[in-house]
């Protein structure tokens, strides 16, 4: 069995201090009742966590109320919400969005640029290698990494718009674009 915790004389002012005041904060926000003597325990609870290291927060008031704030957002999320979806929802097919067909362009789009372009694209943006780890694994600076992707990812935007003959609407999205053919065994 675990020893009894002693409460430091810190909190214990501290609480004595601001409960009133927290109480009616909360009050307010949860309308009374039972909810509200449960978040008291569950802040003092957590002060009690704090140990002696309670006694060095500078300002205690604002500790336990920031305790209390962020109790209350957990409380609120745990009570969203849900509406259920039309079953027919769940019958229809997805259909994919433009941009995500235009996935099947890549392969042959990427085949087409340079050596190190496509090797700093597969690494980052398609592996999610950072560029930190990138830098250090090809004996490059940071700088020189993020400037190197970024003009592989022009040439390959470029390339996609050219070979694809991606269309974009009005607020510069995909709204279509011309399929390749897939890259034979050969040019892989």
């Not at 979806?85 to 019958?91: A, I, K, N, R, V």
Request: glycine share 6%; with cysteine; charged share 25%.
């Amino acid at each position: 069995m675990k020893p009894a915790t002693s409460i430091p004389a810190c909190l214990l002012r501290a609480w004595r201090q601001h409960q009133g005041e927290l109480r009616g904060w909360l009050n307010q926000r949860l309308q009374g009742g039972d909810r509200v003597d449960d978040a008291m325990q569950e802040i003092f609870i957590k002060a009690m966590t704090q140990g002696a290291r309670f006694c060095a927060i500078e300002q205690p008031r604002a500790w336990l109320f920031e305790v209390a704030r962020h109790h209350l957002i957990d409380q609120f999320r745990k009570r969203r919400e849900w509406v259920p979806l039309p079953e027919s929802l769940s019958q229809d097919e997805p259909e994919l969005a433009v941009v995500d067909e235009l996935s099947g362009c890549l392969p042959r789009v990427l085949a087409e640029l340079s050596v190190a372009d496509r090797q700093i694209l597969m690494a980052c943006d398609i592996h999610g290698l950072s560029q930190q780890r990138f830098a250090t694994q090809h004996g490059l600076s940071l700088s020189a990494t993020k400037s190197r992707l970024q003009r592989a990812r022009i040439r390959l935007k470029a390339q996609l718009t050219h070979s694809c003959a991606v269309k974009l609407d009005a607020d510069g999205k995909v709204c279509g674009y011309t399929p390749r053919a897939p890259l034979s065994d050969d040019e892989r």
